[in-house]
Nanobody, 123 residues
Framework: QVQLVESGGGLVQAGGSLRLSCEAS????????CGWYRQAPGKQRELVAV???????NYADSVKGRFTISRDYAKNTVYLQMNSLRPEDTAVYYC?????????????????WGQGTQVTVSS
């Protein structure tokens, strides 16, 4: 069974750092586009950072210069390094990835979501 498992969330003081991990497991050939989203209470889910399979990255204006998305291709893992955290970064963070999956009838790309991990930044 293919799944994304996130880890690394927690409680941190403003100005601190956290690193989120998102590991893809199962019959995976590769990870194409992947990204991190977040959803704060009472707000819509928003894109935080995205990594395109060709190597480019994009960030929400609110996190530019503070967050970095990266990948470990050998481990099928995507990371989000978050520095200089602010109380407004508090949210549930979700990983999304477009995975090429090996099925009995060939390879196909599917979109998967992680279960979410809570990040709380205290002032």
């Amino acid at each position: 069974q293919v799944q994304l498992v996130e880890s690394g969330g927690g409680l941190v003081q403003a100005g601190g750092s956290l690193r989120l991990s998102c590991e893809a497991s199962g019959r995976i050939s590769r990870i194409n586009t992947c990204g991190w989203y977040r959803q704060a209470p009472g707000k819509q889910r928003e894109l935080v950072a995205v990594s395109i399979s060709g190597g480019s990255t994009n960030y929400a204006d609110s996190v530019k210069g503070r967050f970095t998305i990266s990948r470990d291709y050998a481990k099928n893992t995507v990371y989000l390094q978050m520095n200089s955290l602010r109380p407004e970064d508090t949210a549930v963070y979700y990983c999304n990835a477009h995975l090429v999956v090996n099925t009995d009838w060939g390879s196909s790309q599917f979109s998967y979501w992680g279960q979410g991990t809570q990040v709380t930044v205290s002032s």
